[in-house]
């Protein structure tokens, strides 16, 4: 039976993968040259095969050293992250954020669970409104950070992703042919009347309002069920249904910046924790809107 492989083995294996030389990753971590040498010998004994070639080129990783490499970036990027875990204080205290519905099923529910699991002391309490309560919440104190659409480029905070909103139709019918046109939109909604019945009457199209809902689910319903074409946001988009284009006829509604804010008045360690896991959580949608 083989000793089992030490940590510290790996991370200097993992340094002369990077360095491609024996020489410069020694001084990278502050060790001779020939102690470098030692370490991957007796890391190479314990494997029991030959992890580098040696050339003018540098030290090249041999078939076993390919296959050694994502094993060790996963073992030390394990113990990194368990340091950091076990030196970091542990956070508690209250945390409230507003949170579109939009985002109340894709994006956030996966950041706010690995907070939750993260951080089981701070306790946090999620408000899942319109932009406009959710900012009128902010101002008065009820909540500490707050995921709001802005549309006007008015709303001061941090840019999470450009969503642009849309004109959407079902891809069974082909309700978005007809005259007048049949569209689903929010009830009492400034924004509907601004911008998405706007976008119509600028391109002389003739609709009438067929189904008006209080949530994004009931538009998407609506949209899916052919009863109605709707806007949504290009990241909402349900299945069996896409977006209508310039090619059908329909313009952009808006190009919508989903923006975090925070509270004017306070802040805590918790809260700004929490803060950069919803940033975490829009890098992967913001970089596949902008593809």
Not at 28 to 40: D, F
Not at 78 to 87: F, P, Q, T
Not at 203 to 218: E, L, Q, V
């Amino acid at each position: 039976m083989r000793d089992p492989i030490e940590s510290d083995l790996l991370r200097t294996f993992l340094v002369i993968t990077e360095t491609s030389n024996f020489s410069t990753a020694a001084q990278r971590i502050g060790r001779t040259q020939s102690a470098v040498s030692a370490q991957i010998k007796r890391l190479e004994e314990t494997i029991g095969e030959t992890l580098f070639e040696r050339s003018a080129r540098g030290a090249m990783l041999t078939r076993a050293g390919t296959q050694l490499l994502p094993y060790a970036q996963r073992v030390i990027e394990l113990l990194n992250e368990a340091a950091a875990n076990i030196r970091t204080k542990p956070l508690d205290g209250p945390v409230r954020i507003g949170i579109p519905e939009e985002y109340s099923q894709t994006v956030l529910p996966a950041a706010l669970a690995a907070f939750a699991i993260r951080h089981p002391a701070v306790e946090v309490t999620v408000s899942c409104d319109y932009t406009a309560h959710n900012l009128a919440a902010l101002e008065k104190d009820e909540l500490d950070l707050a995921v709001v659409f802005d549309w006007n480029n008015q709303s001061k905070g941090e840019v999470l992703c450009i969503d642009p909103t849309v004109w959407v139709t079902s891809l069974v019918h082909r309700v978005h042919e007809a005259t007048p046109l049949p569209i689903a939109v929010y009830r009492d909604s400034t924004w509907c009347r601004d911008f998405a019945l706007k976008s119509l009457e600028q391109i002389g199209r003739r609709y009438r309002i067929a189904f008006i809902a209080d949530t994004s689910s009931g538009l998407k319903n609506a949209v899916s069920a052919g009863l109605a074409v709707t806007t949504l946001s290009r990241s909402n988009i349900p299945h069996g249904c896409r977006e209508l284009t310039g090619d059908d006829g329909f313009p952009p509604v808006d190009s919508s910046r989903v923006v975090l804010r925070r509270n004017p008045y306070h802040s805590s360690e918790a809260i700004r924790e929490l803060a950069e896991m919803v940033r975490e959580a829009f890098q992967p949608m913001s970089t596949l809107l902008q593809a």
